[in-house]
């Protein structure tokens, strides 16, 4: 339950969306493209920030580029 605590978590690094269309996913809803998003955790196919809910939330790279 590691990732109880990820809200609180230090920022790894800080990440842009560049694009929220998702063909099997709704996220456009928690989140902007253009908008930078603190990086908590990271996995080899997601990232795990908080995303415009304010809660944690895993997203595929693909949304995102690094800064």
Not at 2 to 16: A, M, R, V, Y
Request: charged letters at 30%; one cysteine or more; a negative charge.
């Amino acid at each position: 339950m590691i990732h109880k605590g990820w809200e609180n978590s230090q920022t790894i690094k800080q990440i842009e969306c560049v694009q929220n269309d998702a063909k099997k996913f709704v996220v456009h809803n928690v989140l902007t493209p253009g908008k930078v998003y603190d990086v908590k955790n990271e996995s080899e196919e997601f990232y795990f920030v908080i995303d415009n809910t304010g809660r944690i939330g895993g997203f595929y790279k693909e949304y995102f580029k690094e800064l």
